[in-house]
């Protein structure tokens, strides 16, 4: 019995993939389909597919060519597949064509003719609005936000705004857009969703009026050192029916959410200590980030930690010669937890958060603002274990799909990870404490 084995993830079931079902039945005696798990999608980078992994496996069932089902859970599986299943011949459509051909060494590998004018990725952006991405910039660089939008189904990025019309140009070249704008009003006209990643002093009023002309914002954070300020734009925000994020990608992670109700979950017991060591070194931000900017990330993971409710946070700042921070440390006291941010500027430190309970601790090593994973040593347990979730890109893809999800009122399932409140209290952090 000649044994045929293909993959895919078959969302929005079409032509194409009833085609390669029939062609690769035809290969052989018995066919063995590998549909991916969901989990595995978002981890590979694959972040709009629609249809659930039970309705997917469903559809493929329903051809009828199937002689067994199976879920593709991870890079690398399937060698193991070829070799436990027995498997003679492995079918794929062209567009794969040479990617698999390290295959060969178990099985026969056949790329067999995609069919054309046909795909899910079409088929998902025919079915739902398409929004028209801004970017507002002082310089050329793009952060990959030029890059990022096209792993999510629903963008387009449009066009660029800088107040500067050399700089507008050149990065409308550069990154091949359809227009730079210098006239802020005019680019507002064009787009749907502006992402500002200008220095923090510009942040607020480009905000603001993107606010008012009912736009949705992301911007990097901190948006402004101004409490007021900061609650103004969020209660605009809330007037104008829109959405205001922060750039902080890695509260959209599926690690850090793990992370989150792990330690929520009592898993290492009551929490008496957090510290997160923050670099501008290891941090790679732009050169416009000041010490303020970076240390928005520790604070923002310690309130999300253990909550808004501190009875008392001090600092202490080493200082440049010009007076500008170069190294501080911000304690935060809450009952029976102490937190400790660490943030470099120009000198050279180990990144790292270590969050210890009474039963137990969790470590992220160096730049754990990128988690992809984290160790958990419980309290007599020999060994730590380490829970891993990669992420494909700088993981700003991942911010935009859950921006998606709120706009179309997925609001339920995905909702905003820094809250008003939140937000409001990190700023209070920076009145007291930081400001000079
Ligand atoms: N396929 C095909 N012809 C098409 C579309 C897909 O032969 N028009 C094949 C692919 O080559 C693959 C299988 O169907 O072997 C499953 O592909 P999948 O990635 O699930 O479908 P796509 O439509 O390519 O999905 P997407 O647009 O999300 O990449």
């Known amino acids: 019995m ?28 018995y066919l063995i389909v590998g549909v991916t798990g969901d989990s595995y999608d978002v981890e590979r980078g694959k972040m709009s597919v629609q249809d659930s992994l039970a309705t997917r496996i469903e559809n493929v069932k329903n051809t009828g060519f199937a002689d067994q089902i199976i879920v593709e859970e991870y890079l690398g599986q399937k060698i ?10 492995f079918v794929i459509g062209s567009d794969w064509k040479g990617k698999f051909d390290h295959l060969s060494k178990y099985c026969e590998v056949k790329y067999v003719e995609r069919t054309k ?31 990022e939008p096209l792993h999510v189904s629903g963008f387009h990025v449009e066009c660029v705004y800088s107040d500067d019309a050399e700089i507008a140009d050149g990065f409308c070249n550069k990154f091949e857009l359809d227009s730079g704008y210098s006239d802020y009003a005019e680019f507002l006209d064009n787009v749907d969703i502006v992402y500002i990643k200008t220095t923090r002093e510009k942040r ?31 209660e605009l925000s809330v007037e104008k029916g829109v959405f205001l994020l922060h750039n902080v990608s890695e509260l959209y992670f599926a690690t850090f959410g793990q992370l989150l109700w792990m330690t929520r979950g009592n898993l290492i017991g009551d929490i008496v200590s957090v510290k997160c060591s923050i670099s501008k070194e290891l941090f790679g931000v732009s050169p416009f980030a000041d010490f303020y900017d970076l240390a928005y990330y520790p604070l923002c993971v310690i309130v999300k930690l253990l909550g808004t409710e501190f009875h008392s946070v001090t600092s202490d700042i080493v200082r440049n010669e010009d007076g500008s921070p170069a190294y ?36 992220v090593p160096d730049d754990w603002w990128q988690i992809g994973y984290f160790r958990l040593k419980k309290l007599n347990e020999p060994r730590s274990k380490r829970y891993s979730f ?35 209290s990190i700023q209070g952090i920076f009145r007291e404490v930081l400001h000079d």
């Open 2 to 29: 000649r044994r045929v084995i293909t993959y895919g993830t078959f969302d929005l079931f079409h032509k194409g993939h009833y085609n390669i079902l029939k062609r690769a039945k035809e290969e052989g005696d």
């Open 80 to 89: 193991p597949d070829i070799i436990r299943y027995n498997v003679d011949v």
């Open 117 to 147: 004018n046909i795909s899910s990725t079409m088929l998902r952006e025919q079915s739902i609005n398409i929004y028209r991405f801004g970017i507002v910039t002082d310089d050329l660089d793009d952060n990959d936000a030029v890059s």
């Open 204 to 234: 607020a009023d480009y905000i603001r009026a993107a606010l008012n002309e009912g736009k949705h914002v992301i911007c990097e954070a901190p948006f402004t050192l101004d409490s007021g300020e900061e609650k103004e734009l969020e």
């Open 328 to 363: 501080g440390l911000i304690k935060f006291l809450y009952n029976n937890c102490i937190a400790t941010a660490e943030i470099s500027m120009d000198i050279s430190i180990n990144g790292g958060m270590e969050i210890v309970g009474r039963n137990g601790s969790i470590y």
């Open 390 to 424: 990669n992420f494909e890109g700088n993981g700003f893809r991942y911010l935009l799909q859950a921006l998606l999800a709120m706009i179309r009122d997925e609001g339920d399932i995905v909702t905003k990870r820094i809250t008003a409140e939140e937000s409001a």
